[in-house]
C-alpha cells in the first residue's frame, strides 16, 4: 500500500511512501514520519492508495506511524486543505499551522502531568495587607482560574511568580500536579460568577437575533466603542455553554489584555483557555488538547485560534474583526476572520464579527444579504458619546507637534483631576535626521527609507529592515556637521510634553519603551490608578485598552494617511481615528476628541466628525466601485525579490507571458504590471509585483493555479524568491 502524506515543505505537492506490511493502514489526519532527502519530516496522512504515480523501486517505506486515531478531526482537516487551496499555499505546510508545535515535532498528542497552582480554599486577598500590591495582584490572578494555572502561563498574564512560595507560605495558594479534566458535558448550571448586565434597546435587539440563531448564521455587529459588543459576546457564550457547547473567540494580536481576559473570566464560571505568545509549547498543546476533548469551553487567541479544534463547537466570535493582525503577512497568508466564516459554514454554527469601524469587506457582505447587520449606535450604560473637533493648524506654531491651543486644552483637562491621551502614529525621536547645509538626508542602505533618530539610546533606527547605526557626527553628502532632527515621533512628543508639564507623569506607549512587559503594566497601574496624567503613544494606545479616565484625545496628525498611495488608505484612516477616539470618556466622564489637521476641509475628516463610520463608509464604498477596487473586485499579488534591481521584474514578466502561452486569461481577469513594489528596495532585496484583479473567484483561482504551476517550473524562481498573497490587506 501507499501512504499520500503532507509535509512541510515549500512544494504543492504531496509525497507518496510505501506502508511497511507489518504496520496497519494509517487513517487520514495520522501524523507520519518519513525519510525526506537526508532529513526526517513529520507529516500527515492524506489517503492511503493502491497506487502511485512513481515507479515502486522510486519509493521509500515510511518510517513511523505516530498516532493510531487521526490528531486532527476530519472537519479541521478538511478546513485546512481547503485553505491551502484557496490560499494557494503548500498544503503540508498550510496543514502544520493546524498542530501545535510539539505535534509537529512528532511529540504524543497527550496531556503533560505538569505543575499547577491554585488559590487554596477559601484564600481571599483580604487577607493580605493592603500595601502587599503584588501578592494581591497575584492572588486575584489565581483566583480567576479556579482549575489551576501552571507558573509559566501566571507570569504571561503579569503575575510575579516569585511570590508564588510566600502566598504558599500563607496557606493561601497550593501547588497541584495537573491531569486531565474529564469532560463536563453537564456543566450547564451554575455557569455565572456574576450576573449578566440587564440589556434595553438596541442591544437586546442584537442579542434576540443572535439567540434566534441556529446553525450557521453569519452576523456583522456594528457597534461604537463603548456600545457594549462585549457584554453581547458574553452574553451570547453565556447560551452556547447553556447549550453545552463550546466558543471560540479571536481577538486582534495587540487586544489579548489582561483586562479582556478578566472581563470574560469574571463573568464565568468555567474556565476560559487564552491562546497567547507567552505560552509554553507545552501549554498550547494542552490548550489544544483540552479543545479538542471538548474540556476548554471558552477559547480566546489571536490569528492563529482559528485553527483550534472543538469537539463541540458552538459560535465563533471575531472581535475588532476589521484589524490588520488577522492577516498573516508570510509563509501561509490566511486571513482567521474569513476563514472564521468558512469554519463556522462547515461546523454549523452562528459567527459574530464585531467592529467600531468594520472592513468595507464586510459591510459590502452585509449590504449584500449574507451578513445579518446588528447596530449600537450609542454607548453603554450612562456613558456619553465623545464630542470631535478638527483644530486648523493652518499657520499656527507647533511645538513638537502640539499647538497652542491643543496646550491650552490639555492644561484644562489635567485642571479637572482627569486624563490626556494623544495619539501620533510614529515611534522614535524624529523620522528623519537631515542636513542644515545641503539638504541631504540619512537613509538606510538597505532600503528606500529614512533612518528614524532615537534618543533613547541615541542612535538611528530603520524601521523596515531593523538595522541599527550610531547617530553620524557629519552629513555623509557635504561633511557638514549640522545634522538635525526633522519631524516629530513619540519621544520628541515626550520630550515637550516633559517641559510643558514638568509636574504631571508622561507615559509614552510605543514598542520601544514597552518592550518589557513589565514597562507597560507599570504605566498602565498609573492610568488605572486614576491620578491625572497624559499618555501619549502609537496605535497600541488604539486597541484593546479601555482608559475610564480620560477625557481628551488628540491626534497630533490627522493627516498622515489622507495621502496614502495604497487604496485602503483612507480606510485605514478612518479606523484608525475612531479607534483612538474610542478611548475617550467611556464612563460617566464625557470626552473630547481633538483632530490637529492641515486639511480641515478634508471630506473624509468632515464625514468622520459630522456624521459616523457607516456614513463614511458609503462614501468610500461608492470610490471603490467606480474603481473597480476590492470589496467589488478580488485582488491577489505575486510578489517577488531578488538581490538584483529589475530581476524580480523580469521574473515576473515572464512568468505572466509563460502562463498566457499556457491558458487563455480567464474573462473578468486583469493582469497588472508586473512593476516595483511601492518601496522598492527594503533589507537588501529590490522587490517588484504583479497585482491580478478578477471579477469572480473561481477566474482569479484559475488564473492563479495556471500562475503558480508556471512559477514552480521556471528555473529563474531561483534567483527571485516569489509569494502569493490572495486577497492582500495592503499593496507593499
Ligand atoms: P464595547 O465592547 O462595544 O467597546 P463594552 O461591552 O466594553 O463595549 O461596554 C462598555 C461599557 O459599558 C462597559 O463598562 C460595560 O460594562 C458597560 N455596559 C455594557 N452593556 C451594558 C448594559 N446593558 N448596561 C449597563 N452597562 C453596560
Ligand atoms: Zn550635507
Ligand atoms: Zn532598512
Redesign the pocket.
Known sequence: MIVRAALPTPLHRLFDYLLPLSEPEPQPGCRVRVPFGNRELVGLVIEVSETSDLPRNKLKPLLEILDRKPVLDPGMFKLGQWAARYYQHPVGDALSHLLPVLLRQGKAAEFAHAELWRATEGASVDRLSSSAHRQRELLELLLQHPTGISADALRAEGGQTQLLKTLAEKSLAESFEHRPTPLHADLTEDLLNEPA????GE?AAALDAIHAASGFTPFLLY???????????LQAIEKTLAAGKQALVLVPEIGLTPQTLG?FRARFRVPVHALHSNLSDRERLDTWLHARAGSARIIIGTRSAIFTPMKTPGLIIV?EEHDGSFKQQDGFRYHARDLALVRASRENVPVIL?S?TPALESLHNATLGRYQLLK?TR???N?QTPRFELLDIRQQPLDAGLSDELIRRIHQHLGCGTQVMLFLNRRGFSPSLICNNCGGVVDCTRCDAHMTLHRNPPHLHCHHCDRQTPIPRACSHCGSTELKPLGIGTERAEDALQKHFPDVPILRVDRDSTSRKSALEKMMRVVHSGEPCILVGTQMLAKGH?F?KVTLVAILDADAGLFSADFRGMEKTAQLILQVA?RAG??DHPGEVVLQTLHAEHPMLQTLIGSDYLHFARQEMGLRQAAALPPFAHHAIVRGEASRQGWAEQFLQALNESARAQVQLPEGVQVIGPFPSPMEKRGGLFRAQLLISARSRPALHAWLDALIRQAEADPQGRRVRWTLDVDPIDNY
Do not use: F, M
Open positions: 448586565l440587564p440589556v434595553h442591544q457597534g461604537v466603542t463603548g456600545s457594549g459588543k462585549t457584554e453581547i459576546y472581563r472581535d464585531g467600531a449600537l454607548r453603554a450604560g456613558a479601555h475610564p474610542g467611556r464612563a
